[in-house]
């Protein structure tokens, strides 16, 4: 069994995918791919992955969609989801999470912060496995 963190990048975008594909394989993390919410949902029937990557805008399903499906299973609502959205303004924080995602990064998607997102989220997952295996 690998010891990377296992990502599932949901991304239509063919350039956004490549990036962060290139940014995460470069920086250790293992990448799974799905290009619709209605391909997430598949992937995580068969997959566990520690982290999701999600763009908003999406075809079949759009991410605000899949993730609200995530969230309500008790087999998925632990996996921290990350909003990728280009619409960043204030206040914009808020309105993500009140729809259920653990937080965003911003397109254009700068790599500094999107490790950053990542680490965070991961930190903060471990931390609750841990009191829960305790
Ligand atoms: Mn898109």
């Known amino acids: 069994m690998s010891d990377k963190f296992k990502v599932l990048l949901v991304e239509d ?7 962060v594909r290139e940014i995460l394989t470069l920086n250790g993390y293992e990448i799974i791919e799905a290009k619709s919410g209605t391909e997430a949902l598949k992937k995580l029937a068969m997959e566990r992955p520690d982290l999701i990557l999600m763009d908003l805008h999406l075809p079949e399903m759009d991410g605000i969609t899949a993730t609200r499906i995530i969230k309500s299973e008790e087999r998925n609502k632990s996996i921290p989801v990350l909003a990728l959205t280009a619409s960043a303004m204030k206040g914009e924080e808020d309105k993500i999470i009140s729809k259920g995602f653990d937080g965003y990064v911003a397109k ?10 990542i680490q965070i989220s991961l930190a903060a997952r471990k931390t609750g496995e841990g009191e829960k295996a305790g």
């Open 13 to 19: 975008n063919y350039m956004n995918k490549v990036l």
């Open 108 to 117: 254009p998607i700068e790599v500094r912060k999107l490790l950053e997102a």
